[in-house]
């Protein structure tokens, strides 16, 4: 409908605009990748939230509740543990000298090469993994924007393009800024969407709230220990704590947030504020999932047909985009839209400032052989963001054919993230490990994850994968060390005290 045409159109235009604002005045890389750590608490801690926020949740978790009950909260819980674990612990190790991602860490204690390690393993994780979100989140985007079958690599083009066109200008800030206000319409939307349910289901909420408990979808809590599916408690105490200390901690993605703060007491407090989010956030989102299966009890199929499930798409992640389409007025399905719109945004603007900034200063930089002016830099920065953004189109577009590849890549992040957290580990807790005893650990440790997934992903579900693949990596470090004589060892870098 035009009226919802308009609502998306405004959107696209006000975000674009507002980031270009925002991203005004940008004179080094200071303040390109971490804002000139001038950035507010209270926009960082939104501006994570958001982040981690795909559009995948928007469609998933719905999809995840749906198909099943409540469980998925167990896993929360680990996440909500995690932030305050990282907030009192790891924060202050970051504002200790100039920090600009966490792999300066590994050179401090273990020098170039670990440090090069744990960059080059976050971004080939994170091209294809922030690559294949932008093509699974296109497929049912493509649905309800009204693009035929081949029109999914202009929704690709949309998605990559416009959070392209104010991350190259403005930077972290423009980034940090934006994302605060997807997170605000993220958020908006789902509210909507459970009140706009609950008034279209018999008996409203409590008629709705005692279908779905006769039907067991409230249930939320298994003690039963297991490697496998389902999700239980423990998933979530041990795997989902490991997991977010891994995303939050040691990929750039999340802690380039963290960065952009002006000290450690600031960078805690945006890190509590995720915590003290993500749990209602992610339950909203459950509890629309729950409404829309009492809804489907009671109203039948939907008008149009539910497409077929395709690689990192199910079934139910159609649901919800088809309910919308179907029963929001004109006008309304243009909010919701932006809802999902804003939320994939809000993932591409963040991995094309990461990965710029990864290359830029843990990797040309250091190459240097003589000193450039952070003007240059900046160009080259600027540069570099319309490169990641182009390498991410291919890879969208290159993995609607490749399934098995696909299937891979959406689970890299678990592969590579229990290295990155057990290197990190080391690099906080054992400055004198051996440098390479660290890169074997680290390399070690991905390659068994690999194994796993490709050959144990029946057995062992991915809530699993950070915590094991960090303990493969410590154990392959510890064992290389004890065989490793001497050997150069990196000097402590001196670092100035952190801010309080």
Sequence with gaps: AAGDWIVIAAYLAGIVLLGLWLGRGQRDTRDFFLGGRRLPWWGVGLAIVATETSALTFLGVPAMAFGG??????????????????????????????????????????????????????????????????YVTCIPVQLMLGFEESGILWAILLFIGLSLAYTAVGGVRSVVWTDAVQFVLLVGGGLFALAWLAGDVAGGWLGGWETAAAGGKLHWFNPRFALGAPFNIWMGVFGGTAQVMASHGADQLIVQRVLSCGSVREGRKALILSAVLILPLMALFLLVGVFLWVHRQQAGPPAIPIPEARPGVGKNDYVFPIYILTQMPAGVRGLLIVGVLSAAMSSVSAALAALASVSTMDFLKPWLRKPRSERWLLRVSRASTVGWAALLALVAWWTREAVSVLNVAFALNGLTSGPLLGGLALAVLRRRFPARAVVAGMLGGFTVMVAVYTWGREAIFWPWYTLLGATVTLALAAAMAAFTRGGPRPAEVAVPAEKA
């Design 69 to 134: 009950d409540l469980s998925f909260l167990q896993i929360i819980l680990g996440y909500v543990l995690a932030r305050v674990v990282l907030a009192w612990w790891l924060v202050p190790h970051y504002f200790r000298g100039e920090v600009y991602s966490p792999y300066e860490l590994f050179q401090r204690s273990f020098g170039e090469s670990a440090r090069r390690t744990a960059a080059a393993l976050f971004l080939v994780a994170g091209t294809l993994a922030a690559g294949v979100r932008v």
